[in-house]
């Protein structure tokens, strides 16, 4: 009984992350999609903090706070001042309609579901029931990068399939090694850094972010 109510939270948190996933795979302004993806990261950072309460895993406190601390505050600021910088406040336009997209994102649901069912039953946390759930995150993070033409909805959707990935490694295991956890972050923050630089690099030479004209250095 005394796992029961934290469990019940942790459910709730995975069912907000699931519709956060497709409020981001039907959003089309960027200012709003860096929300979401804030939001996102909250909830993720909130249900790892949780399950490291419930279950006695210190180690997850660790994870939570570089959630808090990256994808809820450095990133999405980062992300904010770039949208200011190089003006890209604009709508972004997919490459499919949205009712297309969200048949695709509920198939996708639906598929990741029924492969999460065998894996799930062979773990052996109190959390394994949300493994569909984040495996579902992830795929739909995966539809948003490849249904944008726009590199920074792109690179939101890159993090935004790290997440999942990180919340099925909580569900399934109750997270990675702390200093593979550490090695990760850092990866990751650099890596925006130096995109950050390369969407500067793009604006400077075709004044636009949108990636198809990267076609022009191609050799003729």
Known sequence: MATTYPL?????????????????LSQRRV?????LF??????????TAIIAWSTGQHHLYYSAGLTL???????????YRLVRKLDINRDVEPMLNNTATMLIGIA????????ALPISQMAGTVTRSTLGVAMACVLLAFLMMITRTKALPQVIGFLAMENGLFF?????????????????????????????????????????????????????
Do not use: C
């Open 8 to 24: 019940q939270i942790v459910n709730l948190l995975a069912a907000i992350l699931l519709l956060i996933s497709f409020a981001m």
């Open 31 to 35: 200012v709003g999609l860096v929300t």
């Open 38 to 47: 804030a939001w996102q990261g909250a909830a993720l950072a909130s249900s």
């Open 69 to 79: 601390l990256l994808k809820v505050i450095a990133m999405p600021w980062f992300f």
């Open 108 to 115: 996708l649901v639906i598929f990741a579901f029924n492969l």
């Open 168 to 220: 099925a490694a909580t569900s399934a295991t109750y997270g990675m090694p702390l200093v593979v956890e550490l090695g990760v972050a850092l990866d990751v923050l650099v890596g925006v850094f130096v995109l950050g630089i390369f969407f500067f690099q793009i604006r400077e030479t075709f004044d636009s972010l949108d990636l198809k004209h990267m076609e022009k250095l191609r050799e003729k």
